[in-house]
């Protein structure tokens, strides 16, 4: 026992000669250490093993930092000096960190009022999915990626894609689109019990319609008189038409025939039961039926003349389409405004056609 008393003496003697070179304020932040490190080991009792917390972290970094190295390697430490000079390169990495980080990460935000215009299109238009609302976007020349209208309906709980079956259309002469024509008959019932049948041609190139005519009879002789207009139509606008699909019909006769290769055009008949050889003109057929036939009351021929006609304008002057790049088949995609002001304070006006059927939007004179 008086050995062991002697012996601590002596040591605490010469630790008290070590202790006067150092200045007041060194000798107050070893104070401070040597607490806070009894202040942690009364808080883990029993514990296996000495866990230092973050905020003990950077308050030992904060007090050590500063003294003399040869300073910290003196004191009784339950970790490394060169543990603790990790612990002050971490919390410094970390306010620059802090300090150097970009305000906003990513793109910026869609525009309000553009979301809302978005939500809008798709509450006034159930069945548009997000390419339709896109196509509509363009129109009023409103620059927007079609992923982002996706994402802004996702995060609504809105279907992107309503109603929408993924198909796949044969690429039938894609390198001689220019040269082709596609027509067809639609049958449809008006109120009076009527059975009307429609005859369409669709240009392959531009996704130009034009309804040729409606009629309850679709005799060989209406059907001809038909064809000789569209003959007429296509040279007074010069057009350069070669090829003319058709499905095999009874009621298309064989004198078509002759009379479109005396124009140039040759007919060319799809395969018996291959819709997908006449894909062009089938896609156009299910636009009329979803977007007009199923959703308008027909009265009787004069009234479905008088629809076809508005729907044929809509379609070849305002609708966009995915396969011209959102344009339509009279007019080119309009150029996005680039005015921030205008683009914040938009003014959408909705034009109704046959009773709010169709809808067109444009921007407020």
Same mark, same amino acid.
């Given at each position: 026992?008086?050995?062991?008393? *002697?012996?601590?003496?002596?040591?605490?003697?010469?630790?008290?000669? /070590?202790?006067?070179?150092?200045? $007041? /304020?060194?000798?107050?932040?070893?104070?401070?250490?040597?607490?806070?490190?009894?202040?942690? #080991?009364?808080?883990?009792?029993?514990?296996?093993?000495?866990?230092?917390?973050?905020? $003990?972290?950077?308050?030992?970094?904060?007090?050590?930092?500063?003294?003399?190295?040869?300073?910290?390697?003196?004191?009784?430490? #339950?970790?490394?000096?060169?543990?603790?000079?990790?612990?002050?390169?971490?919390?410094?990495?970390?306010?620059?960190?802090? &300090?150097?980080?970009?305000?906003?990460?990513?793109?910026?935000?869609?525009? !309000?009022?553009?979301?809302? %215009?978005?939500?809008?299109?798709?509450?006034?238009?159930?069945? +548009?999915? @997000?390419?339709?609302?896109?196509?509509?976007?363009?129109?009023?020349?409103?620059?927007?990626?079609?992923? &982002?209208? +996706?994402?802004?309906?996702?995060?609504?709980?809105?279907?992107?894609?309503?109603?929408?079956?993924?198909?796949?259309?044969?690429?039938? =002469? !894609?390198?001689?689109?220019?040269?082709?024509?596609?027509?067809?008959?639609?049958?449809?019932?008006?109120?009076?019990?009527?059975?009307?049948?429609? %005859?369409?041609?669709?240009?392959?190139?531009?996704?130009?319609?034009?309804?040729?005519?409606?009629?309850?009879?679709? &005799?060989?002789? +209406?059907?001809?008189?038909?064809?000789?207009?569209?003959?007429? $139509?296509?040279?007074?606008?010069?057009?350069?038409?070669?090829?003319?699909?058709?499905?095999?019909?009874?009621?298309?006769?064989?004198?078509?025939?002759?009379?479109?290769?005396?124009?140039?055009?040759?007919?060319? #008949? &799809?395969?018996?039961?291959?819709?997908?050889?006449?894909?062009?003109?089938?896609?156009?057929?299910?636009?009329?039926?979803?977007?007009?036939?199923?959703?308008? =009351?027909? +009265?009787?021929?004069?009234?479905?003349?008088?629809?076809?006609?508005?729907?044929?304008?809509? @379609?070849?002057?305002?609708?966009?389409?995915?396969?011209?790049?959102?344009?339509?088949?009279?007019? *080119?995609?309009?150029?996005?405004?680039?005015?921030?002001?205008?683009?914040?304070?938009?003014?959408?006006?909705?034009?109704?056609?046959?009773?709010?059927?169709?809808?067109?939007?444009?921007?407020?004179?």
């Amino acid at each position: 026992m008086f050995l062991r008393l *002697a012996y601590l003496t002596i040591t605490n003697a010469f630790a008290a000669l /070590r202790l006067l070179p150092m200045s $007041d /304020r060194d000798k107050d932040a070893e104070i401070l250490v040597l607490r806070h490190q009894i202040t942690v #080991l009364e808080r883990q009792l029993g514990a296996d093993k000495v866990r230092f917390a973050a905020e $003990d972290r950077a308050f030992l970094a904060g007090l050590l930092t500063p003294l003399p190295r040869e300073v910290v390697r003196r004191l009784r430490l #339950l970790v490394r000096p060169d543990t603790i000079l990790r612990w002050h390169r971490d919390l410094v990495k970390q306010r620059h960190a802090r &300090t150097c980080r970009p305000k906003r990460a990513g793109r910026p935000p869609t525009v !309000r009022s553009i979301r809302a %215009l978005i939500l809008r299109l798709v509450k006034e238009n159930p069945s +548009w999915g @997000y390419r339709r609302v896109h196509g509509e976007l363009v129109t009023l020349r409103i620059k927007i990626a079609p992923s &982002t209208v +996706w994402e802004i309906l996702k995060q609504e709980g809105i279907d992107p894609a309503p109603d929408r079956a993924s198909t796949t259309w044969a690429d039938f =002469l !894609r390198s001689q689109a220019g040269a082709l024509l596609a027509c067809d008959f639609i049958e449809t019932v008006t109120l009076n019990g009527q059975r009307q049948y429609i %005859l369409a041609v669709i240009d392959h190139a531009t996704r130009r319609v034009r309804v040729l005519g409606t009629t309850a009879h679709p &005799t060989a002789t +209406w059907v001809i008189q038909t064809i000789k207009n569209l003959v007429m $139509d296509l040279e007074d606008a010069g057009g350069r038409a070669r090829y003319l699909i058709r499905d095999r019909d009874g009621k298309f006769p064989v004198l078509i025939d002759e009379i479109l290769a005396d124009a140039g055009i040759q007919t060319v #008949l &799809t395969g018996v039961r291959v819709p997908r050889m006449n894909s062009i003109m089938e896609r156009w057929v299910q636009s009329c039926r979803h977007e007009l036939l199923d959703r308008c =009351l027909l +009265w009787n021929e004069r009234h479905l003349r008088h629809a076809l006609r508005e729907y044929e304008e809509f @379609y070849n002057q305002h609708r966009a389409h995915q396969a011209l790049a959102q344009a339509t088949p009279l007019r *080119a995609v309009p150029v996005p405004i680039t005015d921030p002001e205008r683009i914040t304070n938009l003014n959408i006006r909705r034009r109704d056609r046959l009773s709010g059927i169709l809808h067109e939007y444009q921007h407020a004179a």
